[in-house]
């Protein structure tokens, strides 16, 4: 009688064991150096698609990445939790960058644009619905539908890293020592490849400052 299939589910205690015995056989001493901490170079704020894997995409280490994920990688006003992670990041573990990364194909912003109503998700959408709101001309003016929302997940990872800024910790730490960078970039699933949007978020760090003005002093 032949096996039947294991499910996924199934399979992750045995593939944990092998992960651990591959990482003793290459640094016997791997898991005694990631017990005595973390110093992540980057915060990444992802989108938790289960296809958009923070540390696989970039070739990271354990202990390399600091990494949060939310539906359509919104930095929302309220959101303790974003914000708490910000905090963390950036005023204790000293990240030098921030990253917001959407991805193509992404379900949160087509949800965002569907005249549907989706129950809890409708506050957490209508985020994405502001940036539409804040860009619609230009969107309006992409006649392919494919084509309006993949500009509309850059729009929104503008938008987030718009959103890091504005927050008091991000503020005081450029104002002191010139870190963090913030930066926007898109992974495209189609294709593997990770987009640097180069949002130019240094020049416009100071006009937000005029209006989000939180106190802030060096």
């Not at 016997?28 to 289960?50: R, T, V």
């Not at 005081?172 to 992974?187: C, D, I, N, R, Y």
């Amino acid at each position: 009688m032949a096996d039947e299939p294991t499910d996924f589910y199934q399979q992750v205690f045995e593939n944990n064991r092998r992960w651990i015995a591959e990482k003793k056989a290459s640094d016997a001493q791997f898991f005694e150096h990631l017990a005595q901490g973390q110093s992540p170079e980057i915060l990444y704020i992802g989108c938790s698609d289960s296809r958009a894997t923070a540390e696989e995409l970039m070739g990271a280490q354990p202990g390399q990445v600091f990494v949060h994920r939310n539906i359509a990688n919104v930095v929302g006003i309220a959101d303790l939790n974003a914000l708490s992670v910000i905090e963390f990041a950036v005023a204790h573990l000293k990240v030098k960058h921030v990253v917001v990364c959407g991805h193509y194909e992404c379900g949160g912003v087509k949800a965002a644009m569907q005249a549907r109503d989706l129950g809890l998700l409708n506050p957490w959408l209508r985020n994405i619905r502001d940036v539409y709101r804040f860009h619609k001309a230009e969107l309006d003016g992409i006649a392919d539908e494919g084509a309006r929302y993949r500009r509309l997940v850059e729009l929104n990872v503008e938008e987030q890293c718009l959103n890091v800024i504005k927050t008091a910790v991000l503020q005081k730490s450029v104002l002191a020592t010139g870190l963090p960078t913030v930066h926007g970039w898109v992974f495209d699933v189609r294709t593997g490849e990770l987009i640097d949007l180069h949002v130019d978020l240094g020049a416009k760090l100071d006009d937000i400052r005029g209006v989000y003005d939180l106190g802030t002093e060096r």
